[in-house]
Structure formats: C-alpha cells, structure tokens
Nanobody, 125 residues
C-alpha cells in the first residue's frame, strides 16, 4: 500500500510563502505522476499543480501560475509545492496525490490512485 504524508502547512500573512512537502512510501515513486489539489471550505476539491514522473513537465491551474512551483526529488520520494505571494483565496486543505498512469490527464482528480491526508494552509489578509 502506498502512503503519502504531507507537511509544511500553516498560517501565513498575505504575500508570504510556504513550502509543502509530500513523502511517499514504496519504491515506485519515480513511476508516478504527482499532483497537488486543494479544497477550500464549502468548495469542491480542485487541481493546483502536477509534475511528470521525470520532473520534465509541470502543470498548473491558472490562478497559481507564476506564484507556485512544483518539484520532485525521486531519490527522496518527495514532491514539493513552493507557494509564494500567497493570497487569502489560497486558504484550503492541500492534498498530495499519486497517479500510476502516466498517460492520464494530470489535472483530473479521479485519475489519481493514492492520496495523502491533507495539510491546512491559512492565509490571513
């Protein structure tokens, strides 16, 4: 069973930065497309960013382009989400997810096979 554990969430003022990390168990990490999703109170969970198995391709939702950066370290079984210029609208629970189908669209929630428990990010105005 694959387990994903997120960390790095917290409370930050608008304009600040946070770096989320997600450590994945198992030896197949380098085969997975990794994604970050978020869910704000009263809203559906939404795609934030994804990265290909090699790290060569990245994908972002429009609202975070230029502010967030996704990266991965396959030697450490870890994916990161660097979040800069945070806004109150970024407040949400952030989830890490793994997809073992490299051909699947990276922004489609139901394509992902494994999920972490989430980490809270709160941005104050």
């Amino acid at each position: 069973q694959v387990q994903l554990v997120e960390s790095g969430g917290g409370l930050v003022q608008a304009g600040g930065s946070l770096r989320l990390s997600c450590v994945t168990s198992g030896r197949a990490f380098s085969k997975y497309v990794m994604g970050w999703f978020r869910q704000a109170p009263g809203k559906e969970r939404e795609f934030v960013a994804a990265i290909s198995w090699s790290g060569g391709s990245t994908y972002y939702t429009d609202s975070v382009k230029g502010r967030f950066t996704i990266s991965r370290d396959n030697a450490k079984n870890t994916v990161y989400l660097q979040m800069n210029s945070l806004k109150p609208d970024d407040t949400a629970v952030y989830y890490c997810a793994a997809d073992n189908n490299r051909a699947a669209p990276p922004d489609v929630e139901y394509e992902y096979d494994y999920w972490g428990q989430g980490t809270q990010v709160t941005v104050s105005s």
